[in-house]
């Protein structure tokens, strides 16, 4: 039995900074290593390139905490919800088959 959700802005901060390092690594640490191990370049260690990750690591970030508080619905004014209207048709009362007056005005007597 899994246990429900707890969905918090402190939460969501650290799973956007968890993702944040591990989409980083992953990508920019395996483009590195497969470069230097395959041809022997180091021309991703540069500095330029190295700033424009940590650029887009902070931009990321931000954006997937960001999105995590809205989907939540406790960041932002709500604008961006759609609300569509539901219409749902209740089911009819029937009628017991014995009424308490004795059987009169049961299916049955009809």
């Not at 995590?68 to 017991?96: A, C, F, H």
């Amino acid at each position: 039995m899994s246990t429900p959700f707890p969905g918090n802005p402190r939460l969501y901060l650290r799973v956007a900074v968890i993702t944040t390092i591990a989409l980083v690594v992953w990508l920019y640490g395996g483009t590195v290593l497969i470069q230097y191990l395959w041809s022997g370049k180091t021309t991703l260690l540069s500095w330029k390139i190295m700033l424009a990750v940590a650029v887009f690591a902070l931009w990321y970030g931000r954006f997937a905490y960001r999105w995590m508080m809205r989907l939540d619905g406790q960041y932002g004014s709500g604008s961006g919800w759609i609300g569509n209207e539901v219409t749902v048709k209740l089911p009819e009362m029937r009628l017991s088959r014995q009424s308490p007056a004795g059987g009169q005005g049961s299916r049955e007597a009809k």
